[in-house]
């Protein structure tokens, strides 16, 4: 039972456009979400956090939202750059019962057309 | 540049026959983490190191040992490769439990002939 659901396997976006890369989660313990990106042959590497006590986190062109309510998050990445094409994967963990496992989903892998 | 190294990059191993995997950081960071990744699926976490202190996965099979001799290093062992142990092996590191993030190594793709 996935309990982090990343449901688009692919998306692809213009160059210069928003990207929006969705998430959902069933456990509602989680209290700390991260988004990696991966290159291929690479280990994934860290983007941007948030903690459940916020809605919104912001790190340059990188935005991400939480509805704790609807269990959902998303990552925006305004504006889209060829570079960002990458494999993208949504993490969870339960940090405050002391939890040291990140829960990750399956990727969605984005593609910027130049 | 601090960062996770792992050894080799790809490891092809016979049926049955033990292999160990390395890792080894430069970011002084007492949690290490390793992952398992099969083919278009989530990063699964086998087992981790809080300092010396050896955490395992409850799902996480008996075929897979792990050993952390210091800081910087941490081995994972498999004692009896199956077929379906091929997959992306991740090595990652954290301080504490890794508000900011975790920082992972390259990998090392395994396969099992």
């Known amino acids: 039972d996935q309990q982090v659901k990343q449901n688009s396997p692919s998306l692809s976006v213009q160059e210069g456009r928003i990207s929006i890369l969705n998430c959902d989660y069933t456990?509602?313990?989680?209290?700390?979400f991260l988004w990696y990106k991966k290159y291929p042959a690479e280990g994934p590497t860290f983007l941007i956090s948030?903690?459940?006590?916020?809605d919104k986190n912001e790190d340059g062109r990188f935005t991400v939202f939480l509805n704790k309510s609807a269990k959902h998050l998303s990552l925006h990445i305004v504006p889209s750059q060829p570079g960002d094409s990458a494999v993208y994967f949504c993490?969870?963990?339960?940090?405050?019962?002391?939890?040291?496992?990140?829960?990750f989903g399956k990727g969605t892998k984005l593609s910027v057309i130049p | 540049d601090a960062m996770v190294i792992q050894n080799p990059r790809y490891q092809v191993t016979q049926f049955g026959k033990p292999v160990t995997l390395s890792c080894s950081q430069t970011?002084?960071?007492?949690?290490m983490y390793w992952y398992q990744q099969k083919s278009s699926q989530a990063p699964k976490l086998l087992f981790h190191?809080?300092?010396?202190?050896?955490?395992n996965e409850a799902d996480t099979p008996d075929n897979f040992q792990s050993r952390r001799p210091n800081t910087s290093f941490c081995f994972l062992d498999i004692r009896s490769p199956g077929l379906g142990d091929a997959a992306m092996y991740l090595c990652?590191?954290?301080?504490?439990?890794?508000?900011?993030?975790?920082?992972f190594g390259s990998g090392t793709r395994l396969t099992v002939v």
């Open positions: 948030i903690s459940s006590i916020k």
């Open positions: 990652a590191t954290s301080h504490d439990r890794g508000v900011g993030g975790y920082t």
């Open positions: 993490a969870a963990s339960e940090i405050g019962a002391g939890s040291y496992q990140l829960t």
């Open positions: 456990n509602s313990m989680f209290d700390y």
């Open positions: 190191y809080y300092d010396k202190d050896f955490n």
């Open positions: 970011l002084n960071h007492n949690v």
